[in-house]
């Protein structure tokens, strides 16, 4: 149970927001319960306008859902490139789509009308990359439910007015928020809201934020400093200073997106080591000396006229020769029948000699006329 207190400060903080944000009137343009999904996740920790922009770029250059679901993180983060996360907005854009069209091939989600609020959450909730603010901004807007969506931007600034505590901040539920405003004007108390916390998520210093915040609650720049310093404290123990912490969703898009990698030294990889002067002039010498050795080899093979890789006929074995002597020795031994041939009597007759062939030569070669 909501303590007693916190409804008349509720009542008091919407009177405060009234004199200085209006509520949004761009939703009368959405009217599916797709496109209130999508400007949901658009929406999120950043200002009504910025939204607005970026949804109506999403919806002129892009073709249909389609394109959008198979467009990379790197474009949808150029169409948010306003608002304060386009990488998360790109990833929250995109994930709802690929789980719809995983599961039903199809980008309609109106059947949620038809359903009860407990069995549309159900269903939503089985959609993968839809967060607590964008399930509650399609309840509040699409099904006619009574809720205040709170994203991480609101449950700060309410945390710092007194409006909410740790336990609730972890659990995304105010006690009392819903009680204390009624359900018709739940949607414009919600839009201002939403408006003061984008201004606070954006610049905690904004003038607007600290005179609501002074208004409400004197105590509440106490509160803050003391949840700067509480931030600082965690971050400097995590390993990061406090003025360099960026969100997860910002660390990771050009990783999604297929981006470059940062430059500088990689965590778990030794550095390459450069080789020495000496030995890198000494590479190029040796493959000289082997183009050297390789002509030098080719230009004796020219001049003796014999491949080196054959062998010459003299080293050849005598295996084949033998072979051949003996099959001739086989056949003169063998007995003729009458009449018939002896090859190697009338090869030994016929055949000339080896001094008779030099003989003939030298003849023949006088007998040529100069």
Do not use: C
């Given at each position: 149970?909501?303590?007693?207190?916190?409804?008349?400060?509720?009542?008091?903080?919407?009177?405060?927001?009234?004199k200085?944000?209006?509520?949004?009137?761009?939703?009368?343009?959405?009217?599916?319960?797709?496109?209130?999904?999508?400007?949901?996740?658009?929406?999120?920790?950043?200002p009504?306008?910025?939204?607005?922009?970026?949804?109506?770029?999403?919806?002129?250059?892009?073709?249909?859902?389609?394109?959008?679901?198979?467009?990379?993180?790197?474009?949808?983060?150029?169409?948010?490139?306003?608002?304060?996360?386009?990488?998360?907005?790109?990833?929250?854009?995109?994930?709802?789509?690929?789980?719809?069209?995983?599961s039903?091939?199809?980008?309609?989600?109106?059947g949620?009308?038809?359903l009860?609020?407990?069995?549309?959450?159900?269903?939503?909730?089985?959609?993968?990359?839809?967060?607590?603010?964008?399930?509650?901004?399609?309840?509040?807007?699409a099904?006619?439910?009574?809720?205040?969506?709170?994203?991480?931007?609101?449950l700060?600034?309410?945390?710092?007015?007194?409006?909410?505590?740790?336990?609730?901040?972890?659990?995304?539920?105010?006690?009392?928020?819903?009680?204390?405003i009624?359900?018709?004007?739940?949607?414009?108390?919600?839009?201002?809201?939403?408006?003061?916390?984008?201004?606070?998520?954006a610049?905690?210093?904004?003038?607007?934020?600290v005179?609501?915040?002074?208004?409400?609650?004197?105590?509440?720049?106490?509160?803050?400093?003391a949840?700067?310093?509480?931030?600082?404290?965690?971050?400097?123990?995590?390993?990061?200073?406090?003025?360099?912490?960026?969100?997860?969703s910002?660390?990771?898009?050009?990783?999604?997106?297929?981006?470059?990698?940062?430059?500088?030294?990689?965590?778990?990889?030794?550095?390459?080591?450069?080789?020495?002067?000496?030995?890198?002039?000494?590479?190029?010498?040796?493959?000289?000396?082997?183009?050297?050795?390789?002509?030098?080899?080719?230009?004796?093979?020219?001049?003796?006229?014999?491949?080196?890789?054959?062998?010459?006929?003299?080293?050849?074995?005598?295996?084949?020769?033998?072979?051949?002597?003996?099959?001739?020795k086989?056949?003169?031994?063998?007995?003729?029948?009458?009449?018939e041939?002896?090859?190697?009597?009338?090869?030994?007759?016929?055949?000339?000699?080896?001094?008779?062939?030099?003989?003939?030569?030298?003849?023949?070669?006088?007998?040529?006329?100069?």
């Amino acid at each position: 149970m909501s303590p007693p207190s916190r409804v008349p400060q509720f009542a008091r903080l919407q009177q405060l927001l009234a004199k200085h944000y209006r509520p949004d009137k761009s939703a009368e343009d959405r009217t599916t319960v797709l496109e209130h999904l999508i400007f949901a996740a658009l929406l999120e920790n950043a200002p009504h306008a910025a939204a607005s922009e970026a949804f109506r770029r999403l919806r002129t250059e892009f073709f249909d859902w389609n394109e959008i679901r198979v467009s990379t993180l790197r474009d949808l983060s150029e169409i948010a490139a306003e608002l304060p996360d386009p990488g998360g907005a790109a990833l929250r854009i995109k994930q709802p789509l690929q789980s719809l069209f995983e599961s039903t091939y199809s980008f309609d989600l109106e059947g949620l009308r038809k359903l009860t609020i407990n069995q549309a959450l159900e269903r939503i909730d089985k959609i993968k990359g839809v967060t607590p603010f964008m399930r509650s901004y399609v309840v509040q807007h699409a099904l006619g439910g009574h809720t205040i969506p709170l994203d991480d931007a609101a449950l700060a600034v309410l945390f710092v007015a007194g409006l909410a505590d740790e336990s609730e901040m972890r659990t995304r539920s105010v006690a009392g928020l819903e009680r204390a405003i009624p359900k018709n004007k739940g949607i414009v108390f919600a839009a201002m809201l939403h408006d003061w916390a984008a201004a606070f998520y954006a610049d905690r210093r904004d003038p607007t934020v600290v005179k609501i915040l002074k208004d409400l609650d004197a105590n509440s720049l106490q509160r803050l400093q003391a949840w700067e310093r509480q931030i600082a404290a965690a971050s400097a123990t995590a390993g990061h200073p406090a003025e360099a912490v960026v969100s997860v969703s910002e660390r990771s898009a050009p990783e999604m997106s297929g981006g470059a990698e940062p430059k500088g030294k990689r965590r778990g990889r030794k550095p390459r080591v450069k080789a020495p002067d000496d030995a890198a002039e000494a590479k190029p010498a040796v493959k000289t000396s082997d183009r050297e050795s390789a002509a030098a080899s080719e230009a004796k093979t020219a001049s003796d006229g014999m491949p080196r890789s054959k062998p010459a006929e003299s080293d050849r074995p005598t295996k084949d020769r033998s072979r051949a002597e003996s099959g001739k020795k086989a056949a003169s031994k063998r007995p003729r029948k009458s009449g018939e041939h002896n090859p190697a009597k009338g090869a030994s007759k016929s055949a000339p000699t080896g001094k008779s062939q030099r003989g003939d030569a030298r003849k023949s070669a006088r007998r040529k006329p100069r």
